[in-house]
């Protein structure tokens, strides 16, 4: 399989085709993580495309010495769905993502509930926290990369997911009261 | 459940995400255009980077100025002499 770097070359040596490769690779992880940013499924696909075409455009700004082709792509993807957040209206809430729940049937009616009201506090969470926090915990993203899509100091990140895990920790023991 | 578990639960709930069928090749239709469109245009970048490589096309391009030059200063050199 070949390197993405590798790809990249010959994308800019002419081989345009071979952006497939990278569209084919990196499509699901990319429109996951627009997807968990903003909100909304039925605008994903299409800043989804935009950050592709963005990159194509800007291929030439890619240095492998400083980045891994994927935080690159990355980063397009974050400051595109902050782009689009900052345009949109809030999100109705009957627009939430729709949640798979394999558990007991007589739990389902809590949980969903429950789940929905984190949501609802991820959202609530300043846009840096929030970000930080999908990043490592919904992307599974090491807190270096996080480090570098962010632009910010290792140590920060590592404050902001903290300070965000404890805000939601913080809300689910609000919320345990209400729903046991 | 206590507070972990439904906290684990809700980070590791699958949520669908159905990538459009055709998602790559939409996007590949648009890079072409996008790829189509670059090369229809001026590239200043690379015929100012052409110019300052080549110097015969440098002694080439102040000939014909010299020779614009030279051009009007024989028409302003006529108004005035009337010959």
């Not at chain 1, 993502?97 to 429950?114: T, W």
């Amino acid at each position: 399989m070949p390197e993405d770097s590798d790809i990249v070359k010959r994308v800019l040596n002419g081989d345009v085709d071979s952006f497939r490769i990278l569209v084919e690779r990196y499509q699901r992880p990319v429109l996951s993580m627009i997807r968990r940013l903003i909100w909304d499924s039925h605008r994903c696909e299409e800043i989804g495309q935009d950050v592709f075409v963005t990159a194509f455009q800007k291929l030439s700004t890619f240095d492998p010495a400083r980045s891994k082709f994927s935080t690159w792509l990355f980063t397009i993807a974050r400051n595109m769905s902050i782009n689009a957040l900052k345009k949109k209206a809030p999100i109705p809430v009957e627009h939430l993502p729709e949640i798979l729940d394999s558990r007991n049937p007589s739990d389902e009616f809590s949980d969903k509930e429950f789940f929905a009201q984190l949501d609802q506090t991820l959202k609530a969470l300043p846009g840096k926290l929030r970000r930080a926090f999908i990043f490592a915990e919904f992307e599974q993203m090491p807190y270096e990369e996080i480090a570098r899509i962010e632009g910010a100091p290792l140590g920060t990140v590592k404050s902001r997911i903290n300070r965000a895990r404890t805000q939601i920790y913080a809300a689910m023991k609000h919320m345990k009261g209400d729903l046991t | 459940m206590n507070l972990d578990e439904k906290y684990r639960a809700w980070k590791e709930r699958p949520t669908p995400l159905n990538v459009p069928p055709d998602f790559a090749g939409e996007v590949m239709r648009r890079v072409h255009r996008e790829a189509e469109q670059r090369q229809a245009q001026w590239n200043w970048p690379g015929v100012l980077e052409f110019f300052q490589r080549n110097v015969s096309f440098q002694y080439a391009a102040l000939a014909v100025a010299a020779i614009a030059g030279l051009s009007r200063l024989w028409l302003i050199f006529f108004a005035i002499l009337k010959p």
